[in-house]
């Protein structure tokens, strides 16, 4: 595994991880739009998740920063981007989907961020769809009161550079937090394999009281579940599934456990329901079941999540969005960085 820094020299700002897996087609331009940045003190790490394309290689070559660590089997999202998070050198931890593709100034706008505000340490980015820039992948990822996530404003029209701001979680296709930090809260929880993990761990940022930040003028591509047959894939719908029933209750504090639950049921049987979604409802189905199977690990995580919590129920309460329209329409959920948290450190 060769290290293009070598032990001997500063350890780059930026480590940039890209979990790679079937992305033959994508892992290419991601990494050309990396080399292309305006920022250029990062490195970069392609886990190869024993992708049977073996595009890992391939796609690093040429690029002055790379380096390619092999998982040796298909660990998931979440426990490919912990070791290389485990493996990175660089203060700030950088998510990317091989699918994504950053503008020139992406890096350069989320250090420039962590420079305004020095007591933000999670950042995530204005995505924007692949096939049209004019359409939202994105902006950032919002918790509904009924516990069904989503990200912000998908499928509307891009707003543009709006004004920057909390959200509650930073999407996992293009993020930037504090290295130290993830790694104390223990990474990406690796039960969950891929699909709202990133929420996982935005809820745990919530917990602990650390927000996270918009920042709209950095901007990406996103194709989406390119690696895994799309967003209505069989694959795709039963780790959303089952995964966000876990998020519910691994990280909702018991005051609201009562009034959450219930929601998130009616609100899984209404979409369930849905015309569109009926073809699905055996994968559904197996999904909730496989999340039900799980709960014995996921409450004894759970405890050791809620042991960290330093907020109050009512501070997580006004951090969910209440309102029925936001959750239909998908609209983003964007609040004014509070004063206590734009000062030095």
Known sequence: MNDPFGEDKAPPALSVVIVAYNSAASLPPCVAALAAQTFGDYELLIVNNASPQGEAHGAAQGHPRVRVIEAGANLGFAAGVNLGAREARGRWLVLLNPDAYPDPDWLEQLVAASQRYPKVRSFTSRQVMAQD????????DVMSAPAIPYRGGYLSPDPGNTAEGEVFSPCGAAMMVDREMFLRLGGLDEAFFCYCEDVDFGYRLQLVGEPTLLVPAAVIAHEGSASSGGPKSEFAVFHGVRNRFWVLVKNTPALLLPVILPLHLLAFAVVSLRPQNRPLLGVTWRGFKAALAGLGPVWKSRRRTQ???????????????????????????IRPLRPSRRGAP
Do not use: C, E, N
């Open 307 to 333: 042991a960290q919590r330093r907020v109050s129920a009512l501070q997580i309460a006004q951090a969910l969005t209440w309102d029925p329209k936001d959750l239909s329409g998908r609209r983003a959920v």
């Open 133 to 140: 820039r004019s359409v939202l992948d994105g902006l950032g």
